[in-house]
């Protein structure tokens, strides 16, 4: 990895969640944390979840700052009152480790790399047997470790079964800390030694907030609505062009029962190629989005709208219940027909345009 590739745990575009300096939108999760602490009551196992780019990690490395930052009460007369939050000054010591990376009282767990340099698309049983040497060693100051696991659904099945051993059997005044976007790929003994945690979308002026602490200013309305509240969704379509590609599979549905030919060539061909990887996966992700909003637009009946003219679309395409079952199915198989595209390397241009004319024709039915 050089110097200039985020991190495993870290959304590029993003400041890692370590030099984070504030968390928004998520006030409620920080009270049940520094209540759990001021009551003597702070779990062993904590399980961080909710939508991916919320703000888990940065929660996770505030609370390790803090634990790690935080003499225990002394209980005498003279005792500093409770802590009324879980904020550590830039300046202080363990701020400045951690920043720097250098805490002795920390580990964090993520994927490495294997033989070749390459990062490893799932956490091993060697990343996790950290955990041994890591506990093994003599604590300094008052005792106090923290492992933050990020994220812990990549883990493969060795690493989870050693997670579960020191769940099972934590030191003294551990704290693990596991983030994770789909804790249903958990093994269910692991959620059960972890009291779990669930962040929130960010709205209103925390997802603006939250954006402009990232490099993002003014965000657009295609850009809060089509990132459904994630921070990490929104810097992704920021880099991406997510909403110019949105807006163009608008119009291109806009003139079913056919579909625009000449702008959906354009876009899939705009996939294809060397250096295009990333705007084929945007494109991807922004058709299944697009058949999500129109299921939901069945049942529900439009949203606000992320460009224009997407309301009258949506309503057009999906009138009723019926239809939003059928593009919930849809949206299955496309979903499979990608994976299977990306795993035998089927050109990307081809599949861009199957996925769009087998919406076409599915819309067919309902117009």
């Known amino acids: ?140 100051g008052d005792g106090r470790r923290v492992v933050i696991v990020d994220a812990a659904d990549e883990m493969n099945p060795n690493a989870a079964n050693a997670l579960l051993k020191a769940l099972e059997e934590p030191p003294a005044r551990a704290t693990l800390l596991l983030v994770a976007h789909q804790p249903s790929r958990l093994l269910p ?13 960010l ?23 089509l990132s459904g509240g994630s921070v990490g969704a929104a810097i992704a379509l920021a880099q991406g062009g997510g909403a110019e590609i949105y807006a163009q599979l608008v119009q291109i549905f806009q003139g079913l029962p056919r579909v625009d030919r000449p702008r959906t060539l354009a876009l899939a061909e705009s996939a294809a190629g060397k250096g295009n990887e990333a705007r084929f996966d945007l494109i991807l992700t922004l058709l299944d989005l697009f058949l999500a909003r129109l299921a939901r637009a069945g049942i529900l009946g439009p949203g606000p709208e992320a460009v224009p003219g997407e309301a009258a679309l949506l309503a057009r395409m999906a009138p009723d219940h019926g239809a939003a079952r059928a593009y919930a199915a849809l949206a299955q198989r496309l979903g499979a027909r990608a994976r299977h595209g990306r795993a035998v390397n089927l050109d990307p241009a081809a599949l861009v345009l199957d996925m769009v004319l087998q919406t076409e024709a599915e819309a067919r039915a309902f117009l």
Do not use: N
Not at 58 to 67: E, I, K, P, S, Y
Not at 189 to 201: A, M
């Open 1 to 140: 990895m050089t110097d200039t590739e985020p991190l495993p745990d870290q959304i590029e575009g993003a400041p890692h969640p370590r030099e984070t300096r504030h968390l928004f939108g998520q006030e409620e999760a920080e009270s049940v944390l520094l209540q759990a602490y001021v009551s003597d009551r702070l779990h062993h196992g904590w399980l961080l979840c909710g939508p991916r780019g919320v703000g888990k990690a940065t929660l996770a490395w505030r609370l390790a700052r803090f634990l790690l930052a935080t003499p225990p009460p002394d209980g005498g007369m003279f005792a500093s009152p409770p802590p009324a939050s879980l904020d550590i000054p830039e300046d202080h010591p363990v701020a400045r480790r951690l920043r720097a990376g250098a805490d002795g009282g920390l580990l964090v767990i993520r994927r490495g790399h294997d033989d070749k340099g390459r990062l490893r698309r799932v956490i091993t049983v060697d990343e996790m047997r950290r955990l041994h040497g890591f506990f093994g060693l003599s604590a300094a």
């Open 189 to 201: 003994t692991i959620r059960s030694r972890c009291r779990e945690l669930r962040l929130v979308p």
């Open 203 to 225: 709205a209103g002026q925390d997802f603006t907030s939250a954006l402009a602490q990232a490099g993002v200013s003014e965000p657009s309305v295609a850009l809060a609505e």
